[in-house]
């Protein structure tokens, strides 16, 4: 798992710039805060910035998404322990899919830019 834990990181440091937040779908297991410092790293589900567990369904991690979002995440990223959300979640995968871009998926990691597909390719054209 320490293995895994360093090649994710190394990953996730590689692909999410140094200023920006991300969520992390962990299930508070891998604790990466530090190894992917300064980039602000927020657990998923959050509250008063700890994990809160397991959305109930669909529409609560979309809300959160979103809220998450707005709060000023731009990456959302799913370590290999929680890939099983995107099968349970399918109201979840289908939306981050269609509306994110996923720019890293590999065995430790799907990483999902939320910027936007829309905004995404009007900063590439700039």
Known sequence: MLHGLYEATQETTKLIPAEDSFILVDEGQLEADSLVAPRRCIPFLEKDACYWGKPPDDATAIGEIER?????????????????????????????????????QDDRLIIFDLKGRDQARNSKAA
């Open 68 to 104: 998450l979002r707005e709060s000023g995440a731009s990456f959302m990223v799913f370590a290999w322990p929680t890939f099983w959300w995107l099968d349970y979640y399918s109201g979840l995968s289908q939306y981050l899919r269609a509306k994110f871009t996923c720019v890293c």
